[in-house]
């Protein structure tokens, strides 16, 4: 049976029991390079258990992801409750509509936060998720782990999402007041009916909107790519370096166990100390 990259299981089926293999989607899913079915070694090194300055850091850290989630919910609802009508000139009084650039102004804020929210809160999520995952990874975790969060790129993205999502928050106040106006105004009047087609400049709106949001998602993505290149460099850099010292450690301090996952024959006999 087959185990890590194709390293044969010591243990039996028995042992590994009948649910040990993937299948249906999950195993379609591994076959395609999808997703992998293994996993970092589990080493439950008594170090683990101290605690230590990182912990705190991202325990601070993650506790900001919270508030950027839930800016992140109350901006997409209110993107798309919003009323639509946003025109910058308008044809009753041949002036240039108040009401439609503050409503343009506040959608447009109301964007910029969401990207500040989404991006805070995929940082706020990958970046502890790949410290505690080399900080548990073995002997050297910490240091894996301390290299990770000290990386430069890893730097700058925590404190870039940090310093827009509390600058969000007075932008989102400064909107909120933007449409206010703009409510006040247009539930104590008659509202003109709305034409029978969507007037260009609408059209327009929704095609310059959409093109920056996807936009926005690429950048997403790219951070994304960025974040998990650097995790996997500082854990293969953690492995190469270690590999050689454990391999050491475990046939020194394991001998016979050594001798028996290698085929050797059991040179030792009892031994009364």
Not at 112 to 128: D, E, K, R, W
Not at 247 to 255: H, T, V
């Amino acid at each position: 049976m087959a185990g890590y990259n194709g390293m044969p299981l010591a243990a039996d089926s028995t042992y590994l029991g009948a649910h040990y293999e993937t299948s249906g989607l999950v195993a379609l899913a591994e076959r395609y390079g999808l997703v992998r079915a293994d996993s970092m070694d589990i080493t439950n090194d008594p170090r683990f258990f101290n605690d230590n300055v990182l912990n705190y850091r991202l325990a601070a850290f993650s506790g900001l992801s919270v508030v950027s989630a839930l800016l992140t919910q109350n901006t997409m609802d209110q993107l798309f409750g919003m009323s639509k009508v946003m025109p910058i000139y308008n044809h009753y009084t041949k002036f240039l509509s108040v009401n439609g650039i503050l409503q343009l102004v506040s959608f447009l804020l109301l964007v910029l936060i969401l990207i500040s929210n989404m991006l805070a809160t995929y940082i706020g999520v990958a970046q502890p998720y790949h410290t505690i995952r080399l900080m548990t990874a073995g002997p050297t975790g910490f240091d894996a782990a301390a290299s990770y969060y000290l990386n430069r790129n890893i730097v700058t993205w925590r404190h870039l999402a940090i310093r827009l999502m509390l600058q969000s928050l007075p932008l989102y106040i400064f909107q909120m007041a933007l449409r206010l106006v703009v409510k006040f105004d247009r539930d104590t009047s008659k509202s003109p009916d709305l034409p029978d087609v969507t007037p260009f400049h609408s059209v327009m709106q929704g095609i310059i909107f959409c093109a920056f949001m996807q936009c926005l998602a690429l950048m997403l993505l790219w951070v994304h790519k960025k974040h998990f290149s650097i995790f996997r460099e500082r854990y293969e850099v953690m492995c190469e370096m270690t590999k050689p010292m454990q391999g050491f450690m475990q046939q020194q301090m394991m001998p016979r166990s050594y001798a028996a996952a290698s085929g050797a024959k059991n040179m030792f006999g009892f031994l009364d100390v």
